[in-house]
């Protein structure tokens, strides 16, 4: 007997098959080497193809049941290959050809072509064109002197609006029933059920409404914010620039004093001096209201509060202008906020001599439209979009940008 059959190991009887259909028994000591076995299965196949030593390379077995690739450089042991398990012998894919280097620069250059030009490249282009940009600094200027004289313009049309609405025989009822839905204004409500979130939290109701009005009216913002500040001293401190909270009480006795009206023993001039009282009510509930938290970002860098609160104002409650309002030459200032357009300048002659104008003058809407506008610029594009004082302001816009041209 021969050594090698003495000590061989055991013999696995393979079924092999190709992608062409062929199919075969290979019968292989376990500790036969992957390559050996592909090389039995290449002659059994391919009859000569071992000629050439690329053809051994360009083959595999794949394990049926597993699909995998098996090793070359593995035994049939080692590959955990079993009796009577199904291999399968395929042709390797041929590798992608490298590019050729003409196509590899022409994409390159398709490339560069697509890429979008930068700044260097923009200046050399239009290097020779003529400078057609409009000076920024300018038109800022501009705009900003179109905002001030607008604010002039309305102190003056308000003073207009209340002298010819006092001629009006139903004047002081129509500003009760404005003076009532002022009180209703829906900055100084709180969102109820919001606040009821909070106190069922355990929050004490004042400091959820601080909490609250801080942030938008955002339950989640405001529980933040409560858990952030429960250890702070100033936690119930009143916001920056608002009013006490016995102010609206006051402002609601007037209110029902002034519903009341005069009696009619007392006669046209008590009725005017009614009329007064109600336009000074309207004015203070139309008060400038700063923005909580500028207030106190602008007060934490070292500002007074009166001197942020006039900023703000003067700002239209943006916090970064009002930032280098505070830190600049401080124009304008608050009181040319209050201050008139000259009533004899053609501007404003031709403002009251328009017949829209005019006519919105003797409405009361259009007296709280400017009065809304004067403390809240903001505002206004709810008044512009309004049926009944959009015309109004619509025609003031024009005469003012017509006469700013000539």
Known sequence: VQEEKIFAGKVL????????????LEEVPEDTTVEKLKERCLKHCLPGSLEDPKTVTHHKLIHATSEKVLTDTKTVLEENIQDRDVLLLVKK?????????????????????????????????????????????VTHHNMRDFQTELRKILVSLIEVAQKLLALNPDAVELFKKANAMLDEDEEDRVDEIALRQLTEMGFPESRAVKALRLNHMSVTQAMEWLIEHADDPSVDAPLPGQAPAEAPAEGAASSAEAAAGPSSEEGGEEAKDELTEIFKKIRRK????????????????????KEVVDALRVNNNQQNAACEWLL????????????????????????????VVQLGLTNPKTLLAFEDMLE???????????????????????????????
């Open 13 to 24: 009887r393979l079924h092999v098959c190709t992608m062409e259909g062929a199919e075969w």
């Open 286 to 305: 139309r008060e400038f209201r700063p923005d909580p938290r500028a207030v106190i970002a602008l007060m934490e860098m070292g500002f007074d509060e």
């Open 328 to 355: 600049g030459d401080r124009k304008p200032s608050p009181e040319d906020l209050d201050k008139g357009i000259d009533t004899n300048s053609p501007l404003f002659q031709a403002i009251l001599e328009n017949p």
């Open 93 to 137: 894919r041929a590798p992608a050809l490298l590019p050729k280097m003409a196509d590899v620069v022409a994409e390159e250059k398709r490339k560069q072509e697509q890429k979008a030009p930068d700044k260097d490249a923009i200046l050399k282009a239009t290097a020779n064109l003529p400078a057609r940009s409009v000076d920024r600094t």
């Open 376 to 406: 809240n610029p903001l505002n206004s594009t709810q008044w512009m979009n309004d049926p009944e004082t959009g015309p109004v302001m619509l025609q003031i816009s024009r005469i003012f940008q017509t006469l700013n041209r000539t």
